[in-house]
């Protein structure tokens, strides 16, 4: 048994904070970048593990990943093309019933978003919702789901998001010798099912509950200058930063606790990437040494658990910031239906033998 140490026990410590304060202290909630990069900084303290090279990664990574020059392009494209946008999304949402249009939204985002990115399919998500004729609790809700079924479909190929370009290249060696398609095969069937349950869910959840308040809601027209898309950039930089940090700092206690796990445990521990950053998780797990059981279960651990709360993808940072979704708001529904996925994947994999080439055997 792994004995733990004094610098192990405060990062769990760290850990724990990050987990509570965003819903327990209201100055946090208001100002999570910051917070988050505060927890980043002390985790690499009290590892001893600041540098330049980190400094340099920390300042380079939101932009080198291209999460900032996306938000901004994007951002500055919807800025100038609002009206034309509008216009197209209202004529659409006066002939595609609600029930059909929250279905699309979630499943054709979420196929799309390896092709797109995640989050290039945030943006659109984010730009869209915001015209659609729903509540503010509607609107958060169709968010969330749509966040899991992009967090799902990004990994189909390394075009969609950081955690399958780290996977894929890590495992491009023997036995694996990884390709582009490597992890569509593997992992393809388990996620086209799991973004289209997510669809049918925000179909009962969202669009039927809202569809019975359309003629009580005006449509939402995005607000907001010039000086908001800067703005929304900034803290973005900043979030991805403040993830980096704290993914830097936590390394030591997932190398020491986490790598030599077997696979079931490790799909349940993976949900700690609720609020860190999966692609620093999937870089510190995995390997070309572990089985292939052992990557397809911290991989999907790994990319459902992400949707549980703002910090744990890309896509849910965006959304959230654009939409004023607080932390607790988006706790309510994210944690039960990560927890249901997991429950569903869980037994799906391990207890009915699901096979990634043949389905269930």
Known sequence: MVEPSAIDIVLFVVFLIVLIFPFKVRIVEENLEIFLFVMGALAVTVTSKWGLELVRQAVEEPIARGIVPAVLVAGLVFFY???????AVNSALKVVPMNL???????????????ITAI???????EVTNLMPLRHKDKTNLVIISCFSIGLGAVLTPLGEPLSTIAVVKLSSAPYH?????????????VTLGVVGCGL????HVGKKSSRHVHRVEVAVAAGGL???FVRAIKVYAFVAALFLLGAGMEVIINKYFTLLPATILFWLNMVSAILDNATLTAAEIAP????????????GLLVSGGMLIPGNIPNIISAGKLGIKSSEWAKLGVPL?????????????FLGFSPRLGFV
Request: hydrophobic share 65%; no cysteine; aromatic share 14%.
């Open 81 to 87: 093309g609002r009206r034309a946008f509008e216009r």
């Open 101 to 115: 249009a929250v279905f699309v939204i979630v499943v054709g985002l979420g196929l799309l978003s390896s092709v």
């Open 120 to 126: 290039i399919a945030a943006l659109l998500l984010v």
């Open 178 to 190: 990884a390709g582009f398609w490597y992890l569509f095969d593997q992992l393809g069937i388990l």
């Open 201 to 204: 869910f925000g179909v009962f």
């Open 227 to 229: 000086k908001e898309v």
């Open 289 to 300: 040494s572990m089985t292939q059981a052992q990557i397809n279960a911290a991989l999907m």
């Open 338 to 350: 990560g927890l249901a996925i997991n429950a569903i994947y869980f037994v799906a994999i391990f």
